[in-house]
């Protein structure tokens, strides 16, 4: 079954950029999503790459896929406090199911 | 469009009450889901449903029940709610499964505790 492992929190300062990991297990997975959720809400995708990509940029997102490594990473540039927030990984499966990561709370400082 | 809505948006249940979470969507999708999300768990899949009249069991399906009778709804049913079902749920729809960068959206969830 699918595995999604992530690192559980991050704190940056506004502007600078934040970089958050997330690592899969399913080598078969055919999209990689991330999701943002802001506080006592539902959540929301961001982006997300198709397994046959390396890198999707999308305004100040990027998001970089390393197939071998199973590692999945976005970048977010220039972070402004509404970036604050859990950000979720998650693999779409053989069996089209989406397995989510534990999620990492990045609080920006203003 | 209202998109996925979730009622009630918060709930209190004694141990071995009933009651049903609703979900409903105006965007014609094929595709729902129930998640749970616990601190440090992430989000599990309880159940989920194709189209209408088909169903099947997520990673956590027990003490849950769904049906999907039509399009737009699909309610969550915990029969004898336990502490362990204390949760935040969310729904989620899309258009079809599997198709390229399909999408998932969420409702604003649903907060569950069971004393």
């Known amino acids: 079954g699918e595995d999604v492992e992530q690192s559980l929190f991050l704190s940056v300062r506004e502007g600078d950029s934040s970089v958050i990991n997330c690592t899969y297990t399913?080598?078969?997975?055919?999209?990689l999503y991330w999701y943002k959720q802001e506080p006592g809400a539902g959540l929301q995708l961001l982006t997300y790459?198709?397994?046959?990509?390396d890198m999707k940029q999308d305004q100040r997102l990027t998001v970089l896929l390393n197939k071998k490594d199973k590692h999945l990473s976005l970048r977010i540039a220039d972070t402004q406090t509404g970036d604050s927030a859990i950000y979720f990984c998650?693999?779409?499966?053989?069996?089209?199911?989406?397995?989510f990561g534990k999620g990492n709370q990045v609080v920006v400082i203003p | 469009n209202a998109g996925v809505t979730q009622t009630p948006k918060f709930q209190v249940l004694k141990t071995g009450q009933s009651m049903t979470l609703q979900c409903a969507q105006d965007m014609n999708h094929e595709y729902m889901s129930w998640y749970r999300q616990d601190p440090g768990m992430g989000l599990r899949l309880i159940h989920y449903s194709v189209g209408a009249g088909i169903t099947d069991q997520g990673e956590v399906p027990n003490g849950y029940n769904v049906s999907r009778s039509t399009t737009e709804d699909f309610p969550l049913r915990l029969l004898s709610a336990a502490p362990s079902q204390t949760s935040v749920y969310f729904c989620a729809s899309s258009y079809r499964l599997g198709l390229a960068g399909d999408t998932q959206y969420f409702g604003p969830g649903t907060r569950l505790t069971v004393l």
């Open positions: 998650a693999e779409k499966g053989r069996n089209n199911r989406l397995a």
């Open positions: 790459i198709f397994s046959n990509m």
């Open positions: 399913d080598s078969s997975s055919t999209y």
